[in-house]
């Protein structure tokens, strides 16, 4: 950080510089680097707007005589935060462009800091220590954004900090996009343990595609390695509910399995509805278990939410979250984009439950599909 704001002084003329992160939740930002210019509220709002527009948000003034830039940091579609530069006016509208590519190269850069330095992961925790589940999961995890032309991705997990089994994974190979759900059984490390075991071993089915083959991989296959190193395992006394999809993003189409609880629902013409599958057994609950994919066509401008059980089947003791307010809140996200789609459903899902932690972890995932452009 201390670099960066010496590079900006030098090479654009900045007075001050602030890199804002988001935490594990994405609700928050944190200040994180050099001493902050003023207080960190009269920046928070700003940068929060940039953040979740993600659009660069220029203050005039800022009682210094400065105006600010807060530019947001996203690296191929993750949301990682918002960097916030001071500079005199009249070097904004030459300098603005320049540090539009600037932010984007050091999103790229945060994101690979991640795997070598502490510093950032503590910046992100707004709440402390995260559980030792969560740690793993956390680390498990791909990115929880992807863009590319013609489709967008975007995955959270609640509650951030003491997540246990749920998980999601995904990947891109050619033309396909594969995607898994996964509802962890159980609670605390085992939960966690069994989780890494089962996406490590789907991971090294999807990667064992022959060199030069673009397909996916049969998702068969990936199902039912991972379901032999479950029950090799733990021989059937646990098991991990699943539902994993492929989606071609040139041409929308998907290869899906059912093996649980997670459910996908269809957003098409602002209507919402559950896409049935056949169901399966869910992951290491028998030995040799084989599975079947079904197929399907997304249509220009669908969406798919893929939920799990702690969404769809929420609960309080004195009510439900119901497939009503579900429904109502994923209509609600018709305009927004996928990251800012799954805060708003994560949002109601904590309103339901009154402040209080979430009793079970929650997962979602938005998938937005169009036929890329011609180039």
Known sequence: METLDAYLSATHGAKSSTVWLADYRTTTLAPTGVDLPGTVDEQLAPATRAFASQTTVLENGDGQGLARLHLPLSAWGERVGVLSV????????????????????????????????????????????????????????????????????????????????????????????????????????????????????????????????????????????????????????????????????????????????????????????????????????????????????????????????GVHAAARPEATYGERELSRAIRSTRLQPPAEAISSVMRSLRDFHAGAELADDALIICLDWAPRADP
């Open 86 to 309: 001071g500079l005199d006016p009249d070097r904004v509208p030459a300098e603005r462009p320049r540090l539009q590519d600037l932010a984007e190269s050091f999103a790229v850069a945060l994101q690979a800091a991640y795997k070598r330095t502490d510093r950032y992961h503590l910046a992100r925790r707004s709440r402390g220590r995260l559980t030792m589940a969560a740690e793993m999961q956390w680390d498990l995890l791909p990115a929880r954004g992807y863009e590319q032309p013609g489709v967008k991705l975007a995955g959270q997990l609640e509650p951030a900090y003491a997540v246990c089994g749920d998980h999601f994974d995904w990947s891109v190979n050619g033309d396909w996009l594969t995607v898994t759900a996964l509802n962890g059984m159980g609670s605390g490390l085992e939960a966690a343990l069994l989780t890494t075991l089962t996406v490590n071993a789907m991971r090294n089915a999807r990667r064992s595609i022959p060199a030069g083959q673009s397909s996916p991989g049969d998702l068969a296959d990936q199902a039912v390695l991972a379901a032999d190193a479950i029950f090799s395992q733990y021989g059937g006394t646990r098991h991990l509910a699943t539902l994993l999809l492929s989606l071609n993003t040139a041409t929308g189409e998907l290869r899906m399995i059912d093996a649980g609880s997670p459910r996908m629902i269809l957003v098409r013409n602002g209507q919402a509805q559950d896409m049935a599958l056949d169901p399966q057994l869910p992951l290491g609950m028998f030995g040799d278990t084989r599975y079947t994919e079904e197929t399907g066509q997304l249509q220009p401008g669908d969406r798919l939410f893929i939920v799990s059980d």
